[in-house]
């Protein structure tokens, strides 16, 4: 282990007892996603033992109104996630064509999809001690998607990028990781994880499964040069407030460490190269309305000449790193709002609201800006109550770094997506692309891609 590492995690200790000591009145504390602590009854939270799963999931229910297909096993599954034990199983599959422009319409239908594996042990539930979570994510990449169809920078299909693109029937341990608070304010995390599911989190957009497929609407892509796919991490969530939530972490930033391995190879072995990076993350409710503005940065020491491997950035046709100025590091900086306009007073969730991001990546990040907009909602049909939708745009600039002569500016597209109820663990979403100027080029006719996703939860 190097001793930036070691340094990091001696900090991140120090602080958390810092904070514990200073930590308020439990009734007035804050719960790890920002909200404030309510006590739970005793199926939910565990008396004395205060959990990070705040509520349990409800596996009851007949087969058109439980939130699980096979339900709670006779009993058995509420029995074990109250000692603790918790299991998911998610598919996704993806109908996807490229109907016009892009790369190739030819043969251009794909199937594609995943399998989620979820463990999680609470060990507040389990009698061992007070605040500590082990979860364990593994996926199983399933057939082909459109993405080298389309060409496009914002590839049309995220989840088809995952856990590693092509190598279909690949599955992969891709999370593994601990999550320990020390107190009501103040959270460790170490592990193995996607780097990106701890920053620029959106109420609206960020669920490739259930909302937005374009990876310009999952995650702000100047985050890519930061982390791999899954990599070692350690890092800290703070709670202040009631009103701010801070994040900071350093990650393993060796794509070899990505989501097909450990981890351990290269995160204490190898290149020394790292990513530092912070978030705050500010809760609000303008005229009672509740939205989030979220600021964040990260500068990372790995050399932007390694940068291939990383399936996530889908390079313009004949580009290369070597048609780039590169540089031994670089930066990043972030920001990120969701804001609901409308909701239903029995349900804070049911409504309207808007979203945007901005990213501005450092000398030699490809995307020297990036941003997108939309609006999204919940319930907007009577009587299609669960029922939620969104339409998006994006805009990506690409760096003046890139040799003029592949003739390179921007890449623009839309995104409009319905996703529908069949039943809480069934839900099934059309979605319509139209990508402009695919791969950053002029020269590439505009792309419209269609699809159909369904989404079960077992």
Not at 127 to 146: A, S
Request: charged share 15%; with cysteine.
């Amino acid at each position: 282990m190097t001793v930036w590492r070691i340094c990091v995690i001696l900090m991140l200790v120090q602080f958390g007892d810092f904070a514990r000591a200073q930590s308020t009145p439990p009734a007035e504390q804050g719960n790890v996603d920002g909200s404030a602590t309510v006590e739970q009854p005793a199926a939910s939270q565990p008396a004395g033992m205060p959990s990070l799963i705040q509520h349990l999931p409800d596996y009851t229910g007949d087969l058109a109104h439980r939130k699980y297909l096979t339900g709670d096993w006779g009993g058995a599954r509420t029995q074990l996630a109250e000692k603790g034990i918790l299991f998911e199983l998610d598919v996704t599959q993806i109908l996807q064509g490229n109907a016009h422009g892009g790369s190739d319409t030819n043969n251009a239908f794909r199937y594609s999809g995943s399998v989620d594996y979820y463990i999680k042990l609470d060990t507040a539930r389990m009698g061992l001690w007070p605040g500590g979570l082990l979860t364990f994510h593994g996926e199983t990449k399933i057939g082909d998607n459109v993405n080298p169809k389309v060409g496009s920078l914002m590839a049309p299909n995220f989840q088809g990028l995952l856990p590693v693109p092509g190598e279909p029937g690949t599955t992969t341990l891709s999370e593994f990781y601990f999550m320990q608070a020390l107190s009501e304010q103040f959270v460790l995390i170490m592990g193995k994880l996607d780097g990106t599911s701890l920053a620029d989190a959106n109420a609206f957009t960020g669920n490739q499964r259930t909302q937005f497929m374009n990876v310009g609407f999952k995650v702000n892509p100047v985050l890519f040069y930061g982390t791999p796919y899954t990599t070692m991490m350690a890092g800290a969530v703070w709670l202040p407030t009631k009103w701010l939530q801070v994040v900071t972490a350093v990650t393993d930033n060796d794509q070899d460490g990505a989501a097909t391995m450990t981890g351990f190879n290269t995160a204490f072995h190898g290149r020394d190269w790292y990513t530092a990076t912070q978030e705050y993350d500010f809760t609000w409710k303008p005229f009672g309305k509740t939205g989030h503005q979220r600021l964040g940065w990260f500068w990372t020491s790995r050399d932007f000449a390694e940068l291939s491997g990383d399936g996530r950035i889908q390079f313009p046709r004949g580009l290369s790193l070597a048609d780039i100025e590169t540089s031994p590091d670089t930066w990043g900086i972030y920001y990120n709002f969701d804001q609901y306009l409308f909701t239903e007073a029995d349900d804070p969730e049911q409504g309207i609201g808007v979203f945007g991001r901005f990213g501005y990546g450092g000398e030699p990040n490809i995307f020297e800006q990036f941003y997108s907009l939309g609006v999204s909602g919940k319930g907007s049909i009577p009587t299609r109550d669960r029922d939620t939708w969104g339409i998006g745009y994006y805009h990506a600039n690409i760096s003046d770094k890139i040799d003029p002569a592949f003739g390179l500016s921007s890449e623009q597209g839309v995104e409009a997506y319905y996703n529908i109820e069949i039943t809480p663990w069934c839900h099934l979403s059309p979605d319509l692309q139209v990508i402009v100027d695919p791969g950053g080029s002029s020269r590439s006719d505009v792309a419209v891609v269609y699809g159909l996703r369904m989404q079960m939860t077992f």
